[in-house]
């Protein structure tokens, strides 16, 4: 950490400062520019740098405060150079093969889900997705089943042996969710609901973490090292799109957050183009657009009647739309070198 | 609401929408443009609109759905002209005289809290702030005291006098923070954390609700209407900035949703320039402008020592700065026709 | 277009904009729903639809005017379904073939400009880049050769036989740079420089329109209409990246923005992921993902000594990164149907 | 300027960047930290540092270069404490008095224009604004009379003695533009035109610099140091909103861009209200926000008949609601210490 002087500090001033540092145990480095005087602390653990910078950003004489290292650690690459591979029942992610996860955005009836769920299967998706406790805008709209919705998702899965991923948006809900689940999912306004990170932590399944829609790739990342912090490093990044002034997308998906993901993390990440877009016709594009660019998967929403779905039609593919998008994804899963078939590298 | 078809949409699809329309018992109002078809929908009550707007716009041959009445009722001034007024403790938000919340950013110790109370109070503050859950990017950072934080500052408000307001993260904690405090906050991340807002609707207390870092007007005021559909009316919007690409401050203060949202809402509107400027010399600054552009009151953060704060220091006024603001601040709310004391107005 | 009325709008506020409309010689088409009453206008020409929508805004018994058409007609896909093919020398955009953009951020000297051009043509570029003209936040940076850039680039070309692009940034300079280039360049800060679009329209030359960058898909289009609304109809689209919060980018590259521009407009769009990510180690996903969303091409920087650079230089692939990502590109480019040779797709 | 080392650099990396510094003149102050080397380079002159940071940049084994101080120097208050009053004509910008410019968007007639002048004079304005050259999203939208326009404003100028203010756009028109005008204006989509900000760097006449709707405030200052460098030290900032995602208002307004600026440097700043919001509702809360916030002025607006306007009419005043707001202002300019009328804090 790096702390830059005002033009006008004193002697005494760095010499408050030095010993703040000194007192602390950590060693001060000082480096005297032409213009400005630096001085480095140096020693300092990672879980006390927040404070720290705080701390001397509030003295009047400094002007800037400079982390170095990036803070996190448990998800962090440099800390384990080798990519994380997680089991989702009997599904890999993060490993050779590509992973689709299909659905449709709620569980709104066993018809529904079900005819939704053999066409997906069908057409080739390896995990079933589907809310059944569904965030809204508006407090008037439909809100999820409930555990009426999870029991629903356990029987699609006894039906076509896809796993499940479904939603969690409540502390109160971890348990209850994590029984039926076999991934749970952490949707962008709770990226940084911090008790809900926490209580994931305690969990013994694994955690999809969608990118808040207004996150920085670092705070995304410091949200993954709250779930690790706590013990489960089972953990899947999702990039589903950021909030920007484009009004012709629902959100404006960032592409390079994938290879910048792989740079910084060993997590695995997956690609949301259904919530990122909002818009059907862009999601085929955009799908085989996060393959090439280095993501493990994608989660794809998927509906056996759009137009009579009870949340986010616009941007759900139909069962025969998904179906042509699996057959278009081939040739492009064959050049990012990532087979379409769970097994079917170790197999080659 | 208004359906824009596609261009090349057909008589038949125009058949098929105007039948979806009808057979929900609403009424189809058709106006051909000369490049484009339009279907009014008229008579839905607003608690279907967002689900209808939805089932349209995924039919393929629709272009648009255009919205035209605002998305929340119960807090639209339009449902009450007048503006409404909060009781926090024996203090009025939302009345003539603007209201100061004053208080460190975590609640450290009892020391801390008191001395700071104490200066906060003598300086003319009206209401205690300081958090005992608080928020924090990094898992590694404090966190609060937790319920020992909301003693310290039961205990601060018996000995100033001043009623406190207090933020509440995880709907576990909603109970215990309401037996505490006198106004329950709701922080930027938890503005969309829907779980918590539905059961402060259940609570009898007030809450002031900080706009998300990435929330629309609309989507924030949204977010009030889901505490007011449960039936909790006592609502206290703050701003406290947007995230936006500039980095010199740690957020955008919107100074123009003051006077949005006294056009669009009924509710009492205060500011918050310590979180928006993350700056404590750009801090009085903002404070005049917000009280000039009509806000009901203020949220600043006041630290007895900000450079030993676990938190925020380098936003955090000291108890001199504080007291040299609130002498500043006199001839703007004079100008505002808004006295810095309670009961002023009415006395005159 | 639509205008919405005030909730408490009178019969003489309707008959006050009823006849401006009909004065103007347009038809009122009426329809009065439960809340508001909306007024239709039909039958101006686009032309005429950006002041008529601002002098019915400014009355004050209007709450809103609705747009339903795009502000844009001679580059609209509506006009003209099937898709524009550019030619830049011998080489075409838009066609089957992928193009191939590369060189130096900046022509810098006779040598750095022949070793790239060469390199970047052995690896199989189509075109080669470099400016001439630089923009440059800093007043004291590098602001490029000038002419002697331009001869410098003629050079080039008649050494290898690669058309050469490169940017205008000043009005007086138009004829200068189409004396030389082969496609000009308008970057990202003189997107909405009107006087350069207009005076680029005169030109006989294709041109090649960054997007800006904070522009809307919509402002982007209507900047490329400027230029065809003068008659020069050569234009070719270029994603390079909008503003966003994240830091980790020097841009967010808009992925969607390829899928939409195809629905949107006949031109032909290209994507350039060097200025979008400003990180090397990020530029080949991001070239890979926009051929697999369905870009005409891309454009990349290669300096044969990226650490001598005058400008840009992290950003930059070496002459061995190129031809590289070159071998890589060729599953994706096959995978999306469209070949890396010119011609090749004719000849088969 | 520091240069952070990968985790992995190894000796002969830092040698070669040891090297580099030094063969440039340099010295080399090095760092070893706990898990990265840093590299300080001192001495390098502030307009080789960009340069620099990108050159060193591009070697593979940095991972980042930290620049210590800001990259503009002229505009600078650390070079400058004083601030600078800069004359338009009589009246004095950046003294006691605030200055009020106020006028049409567009000049459209000399009716138009005159009438508004003598109202906006009458109300208490001290400089007329009105556009001869207006930028316009749309190629077929009004885009002002030009010169015609130029002698209307004179013509008004002669007639209510203000003095005038107004855009220019395009180098080739400098000249006339100042042949004319009292202040040059620079309009957000020009603040990153570097041609011209060199051209206006020769004129002799003050610029007032609106910043640029995606610029942050440090591009903004170096915007402002490109006039500077070229010898024309007659600069106003104008802040004017920036884009973000919020639709309701046309932009935000950056309340803390006042104080931050006042900081940063020594040049007057004023404030436009009705670009940032773009509904004339909300101007006078800004208007009055800008000037409790240290703005040195505002620029309003003011159409005599708006419905009627050629451009921006919904957020123009009409000369009732002018001299309204200018009442209004009187007790938020005296709690400013501000007179409204120039001269009168030297008389006093």
Chains 1, 2, 3, 4 share one sequence.
């Not at 009647?305 to 025969?320: N, V």
Request: proline residues 5%; hydrophobic residues 40%; glycine residues 8%.
């Amino acid at each position: 950490m790096i702390v830059v002087l005002k033009k006008n500090a004193t002697e005494a001033d760095l010499h408050t400062l030095s010993e703040e540092i000194e007192k602390r145990g950590y060693q001060v480095h000082l480096s005297r520019g032409v213009e400005r005087t630096l001085v480095g602390c140096i020693g300092a653990p990672e879980k006390d740098k927040d404070l720290l910078a705080d701390q001397f950003a509030a003295f009047p004489f400094v002007e800037d405060v400079v982390r170095i290292l990036k803070p996190y650690k448990i998800v962090n690459r440099e800390f384990q150079p080798e990519r994380s591979q997680i089991r989702i029942g009997n599904v890999v992610v993060g490993g050779d093969a590509l992973v689709i996860m299909a659905g449709p955005c709620s569980v709104e009836s066993r018809e529904q889900l079900l005819e939704t769920a053999h066409g997906a299967k069908a057409a080739g998706a390896h995990i079933l997705r589907g809310g059944a406790f569904k965030p809204s805008t508006s407090p008037y709209s439909f809100h999820g089943l409930g555990e009426e919705g999870l029991k629903l998702l356990a029987e699609a899965r006894a039906a076509t042996g896809l796993p499940i991923i479904t939603e969690v948006m409540d502390t109160r809900d971890v348990e209850l969710v994590a029984r039926y689940a076999d991934c749970l999912q952490v949707g962008t306004r709770n990226m940084a609901n911090f008790s809900l990170l926490r209580e994931l932590g305690e969990v013994r399944k694994p955690v999809m973490l969608k990118r808040g829609m207004s996150a920085t790739l670092e705070e995304w990342l410091q949200a993954a090292e709250y779930i690790a912090s706590r013990g489960n490093y089972e953990i899947i990044l999702c990039e589903r799109g950021i909030r920007t002034f484009e009004p012709y997308t629902r959100n404006t998906f960032d592409i390079s957050a994938i290879p910048a993901c792989r740079e910084l993390s060993h997590l695995p990440i997956v690609a949301d183009p259904s919530h990122a877009t909002g818009k059907r016709t862009l999601v085929p594009a955009v799908v085989k657009a996060a393959i090439a660019a280095g993501a493990d998967g994608v989660m794809v929403e998927v509906h056996s009647r759009p137009e009579r779905a009870l949340k986010d039609g616009p941007q759900a593919l139909t069962l025969i739309e998904f179906a042509q998008l699996m057959r278009d994804l081939e040739p492009f899963a064959a050049a990012a070198g990532r087979p379409l078939k769970q097994g079917e590298a170790e197999t080659e």
